[in-house]
């Protein structure tokens, strides 16, 4: 028995769904080899089978999850004694692989086990209602993309129970985690580098090569980017100005603004505010 549901958004947001479903396989269930163009994770139910990714086979089995991640040449399949039950979802975004670092998963190490993973089924059959319950021009948006965030909120909560930082007052804490809790709550304020440092207790040189190896990006980069990308939703969501946006993302400084959101998204935001608004605009009848 299969059950999916189907979305393509309107426009780019922190996080998008593609599509979902829960299945229950047949004991001869193969998936692959296949590349995917979209970002995946299964929960398993029940059952028991295998994930092949990079030339590593690993099992999978209930209460675990698997990533697939766009590009990479994939595999799997049931154990035919003891055959899957499992749930998924497809998704992207611009906090893609911040959500992902934070649920513990990543290309090189995508099956891990989830601690209390009972409510994924529910959230994902609440996407596929609302999917099939409503035309898209109607669709609740935000009980999709509440119901993703509660996902990826029980994927970190598993990720950080299980970590040895959460379980050892010997290991050191999660630096990362606690410097992008802290960029995302201050984005709006004057804030440096050397005060997200401050913050999380580490010297500025340490803490930036520390961030940079976690996230891929350095500190200033990514707090950049995460402004411009609050930028760009107010862009799309609100009739503010130009220069009211770049006050309420940090940046003040309306040339400079500019000049970093071009550099960011390869158009003045003047430029990108005319795109939107022609968007918006009904097509004449």
Known sequence: MKIEGFHIPSQISDLD??????????DSFTCGPFIRD?????????GKGF??????????????IFAIYPGELTYYETDPSDPWTFCWFAFGGRRTKELLLRAGVSVEDPVRGIRDGSGIPDQISLMIDTLQTYPSRDLPASRIHG?????????EVSHLASSPAFNSRTEAPDYTGKALKFLETHYQNPISIKNIADYVGLERTYFTKQFTKATGLSPQRYLIKYRIEQALRLLATTDMTV??????VGIPEM???????KKVVGVAP??????VQADRTPAPV
């Open 17 to 26: 769904l593609y599509y979902c479903g829960i299945e229950t396989v047949v």
């Open 38 to 46: 979209k970002h995946l994770i299964h929960y398993v139910i029940k």
């Open 51 to 64: 994930f092949e990714c990079r030339g590593r086979r690993q099992p999978v089995q209930k209460g675990e």
């Open 147 to 155: 119901a993703l965030y509660t996902i990826f909120a029980m994927l």
């Open 243 to 248: 220069g009211q946006i770049g006050k309420s």
């Open 255 to 261: 040339a400079y603004f500019s000049r970093l959101f």
């Open 270 to 275: 003047k430029q990108h505010s005319l795109t």
